[in-house]
């Protein structure tokens, strides 16, 4: 059953604004959360993480915020770069589970 | 040091014929997981090893198998090939059990066409 879930399959937006890309987890018991990129043709990279005992971590150009409460996160690219199309993984860990949302198409567009 | 490898990078079966997909992780990470990645479906979990043993399986049918080696490099296998088997299949490395340490390094993958 997927516990992870991106609800938006892709997301448009101009260069030089911010890009949020949402997830959405259904088990308490994930405690580590991880935004992964992937461009066609390339195997996912690793792109920023946060811990469940934080509510923010900021990395450059990325940030991810965590709502434990709403078992909610989110990825802010700001600002957004045409190098940032690709698609966006989120992923959640914890107590032996790791599982991927479906991914969101991030288009950046000039 | 090099990076996940996944052999082949790209194949072709027919229905009912078996493929055996490699995959040599990072050197000195002891994990390997296997993704299968679909339009729509995202990265979905097939299992991780562990030290050569099957430490977690994700719900796919019994025609999907793996192994790992001594050496840390893996094999997964799917017999009795489908037409809904066509995917990227992904490999991913880490140092100690993925679903613990969180941090996972991706191969290229190899994608599967089966016809």
């Known amino acids: 059953d997927q516990q992870v879930k991106q609800n938006s399959p892709s997301l448009s937006v101009q260069e030089g604004r911010i890009s949020i890309l949402n997830c959405d987890y259904t088990n308490s018991m994930f405690d580590y959360f991880l935004w992964y990129k992937k461009y066609p043709a390339e195997g996912p990279t690793f792109l920023i993480s946060?811990?469940?005992?934080?509510d923010k971590n900021e990395d450059g150009r990325f940030t991810v915020f965590l709502n434990k409460s709403a078992k909610h996160l989110s990825l802010h690219i700001v600002p957004s770069q045409p190098g940032d199309s690709a698609v966006y993984f989120c992923?959640?860990?914890?107590?032996?589970?790791?599982?991927f949302g479906a991914g969101t198409q991030v288009v950046v567009t000039p | 040091k090099a990076g996940v490898t996944q052999t082949p990078r790209y194949l072709i079966k027919t229905r009912g014929q078996q493929v055996t997909l490699s995959c040599s992780p990072i050197s000195g990470h002891r994990s390997v997981s296997w993704y299968q990645q679909t339009p729509g479906q995202g990265l979905q979990f097939l299992f991780e090893?562990?030290?050569?043993?099957?430490?977690n399986k994700g719900n796919f049918p019994g025609r999907f198998s793996g192994r790992q080696f001594s050496n840390s490099r893996s094999e997964m296998n799917v017999s009795t090939l489908e037409l809904g088997d066509s995917a990227l299949y992904l490999c991913?490395?880490?140092?100690?059990?993925?679903?613990?340490?969180?941090?996972?390094?991706f191969g290229e993958g190899s994608r599967l066409t089966v016809l």
């Open positions: 090893y562990f030290s050569e043993t099957q430490r």
């Open positions: 992923a959640a860990s914890g107590w032996g589970k790791f599982q």
């Open positions: 991913a490395s880490s140092l100690g059990q993925g679903a613990d340490t969180g941090e996972l390094f």
């Open positions: 946060i811990s469940s005992i934080k």
